[in-house]
């Protein structure tokens, strides 16, 4: 993984004695809540429902086992003993005291890691496919690139104050693990009729109160010209967008009012405009770069299959916790953070020393963040994956769901958040409840629920296989449901189905939904396809059908 030199270092470090002196002057009374709120935000430090919310960089999601130690220690010592992990692949922590926000931010430099750009209106934590380097689909490495796009952007005057935040999300393979399509920017790495590796790029995607599927602003743009055309497209958001409304600042409005040509026109001028003083992407810088992502010292070995008569717990957590690797007698390997009775994307510090330590013995001492908020050991020797097992189970984090119906994706809700409309929390936990049954889930294959608080789309529920809304009617946490929406190997938006329901019936709800799908899918439909294939009709007709309970 990239490793920080002298200037990466003495930027952090200057940004934790720059805050800590700010923090200081304002416990003192020397700046004001206003004056310092845009101080805070630029060091991811948000205020919420009972308690500050600090919100620290993993970038791409990437972290190594002393990074992980070191967010257990920040977790046990500053806040309640664990973390949130995020579908930006970042970590929050909810209660720290804002007076030892300094000193975090100060033992986290000591461990290469920051809180800078996770908040506040500039370029955000650049996201990648969890997958990367080890994905078999792979057309190259997107790590390499999101590092450069870190590097390039981090303090960066210009864009320190756009009209609105700005994700970015990069993908190496075209089932795009990495939900590019619904980001400010995305982009897509492949290669022209010449063999060489560029970018397809979109832009204008995004969720929140204005879901929008990202467009085509150019089909193929040659390494070199990375950064300066990201350049010209912050410069036409920084400059057009609107500041006048924060629900309509984001770079996707300004993308459907010009639409995507006129866009691309403004974008295009500014780039031509530029280019010849702009800077461009050395192919040395690049290799300087990728050569921190190399592939690790891996051993020649040969594939190995699961006996027949094994414990079917670990055959079960094979199938559904590992993954392919493009090297011969290795596996990917999930760590479930959505054991039934936990909150999704929750980890103690416990865990997470726990898992560090694994990390150290089986996989080259990295660990993943995906953006689905579970975590990744890449590397795993499939000789060593009973053994691992056995470890994660003991620590409750080898529950054998993922990809199933209750490997949610659930904001923090109402419980921490002061912009929520409701609890999203309680809703995982009677879904996990109501779906305990795993050959029931098995049974149903694929399904990806996502859970949101409130319409800013935190938990992503407009691409969920099943969405679920949280929304306020008079002062009571009702539920929309959505179904039909995904953002990996295609990106839908899901349609609304109906009235919302009430907070005890959301779990009740989608099993109807499910039972539909199970009488009327095809063999080896996934539920988002027979919803495509049917339309939203005959689950909307079950969903609301009078039942026994209602009776």
Known sequence: MYQYDELDQAVVDQRVAEFRDQTRRHLAGELSEEEFRPLRLRNGLYIQRHAPMLRIAIPYGLLSSAQLHTLAHVARRYDRGFGHFTTRQ????????????????????????????????????????????????????????????????????????????????????????????????????????????????????????????????????????????????????????????????????????????????????????????????????????????????????????????????FQAWRRYNTHAHKVSGYRAVFVSLKAHGSIPGDMTSDQMDAVAELAGRFSFGLVRVTHTQNLVLADVRQRDLKELWGELDRLNLAMPNIGTLTDMIACPGLDFCSLANAGTLDVAKQIQQRFDDLDYLYDLGEIEIKISGCMNACGHHHVGHIGILGVDKHGEEWYQITLGGSATGFTALGEVIGPSVRKNEVASTIERIVEVYREVRADGERFVDTVHRLGIKPFKEQAYAPHPAAA
Not at 167 to 184: N, Q, Y
């Open 90 to 313: 970042n970590l929050q922590l909810n209660w720290p005291h804002l007076e030892d926000v300094p000193e975090i931010l100060a033992e986290l430099a000591t461990a290469q890691m920051h809180a800078i750009q996770t908040s506040g209106n500039c370029i955000r934590n650049v996201t990648a496919d969890h997958l990367a380097g080890v994905a078999q689909d792979e057309v190259d490495d997107p790590r390499p690139y999101c590092e450069i796009i870190r590097q390039w952007s981090s303090v960066l005057p210009e864009f320190t104050y756009l009209p609105r935040k700005f994700k970015i999300a990069v993908t190496g393979s075209p089932a795009d693990r990495a939900a590019s399509e619904v980001h400010d920017v995305g982009l897509h790495m492949v290669r022209d009729a010449q063999g060489e590796i560029g970018f397809t790029v979109l832009v204008g995607g995004g969720l929140g109160r204005m879901p929008i599927i990202g467009q085509v602003i150019r089909q193929f743009l040659p390494v070199a010209d990375l950064l300066s055309y990201l350049e010209s497209i912050l410069r036409v958001y920084n400059r057009q967008g609107r500041r006048d409304n924060i629900h309509k600042a984001r770079i996707k409005v300004l993308v459907k009012a010009l639409g995507i040509d006129r866009f691309r026109e403004l974008v295009e001028a500014e780039w031509n405009e530029n280019r010849a003083h702009a800077v461009r992407l050395p192919a040395a810088e690049v290799d300087r770069v990728r050569a921190f992502f190399r592939p690790r010292p891996y051993e020649i070995l040969a594939d190995i299959a699961t006996p027949a008569g094994d414990d079917p717990r």
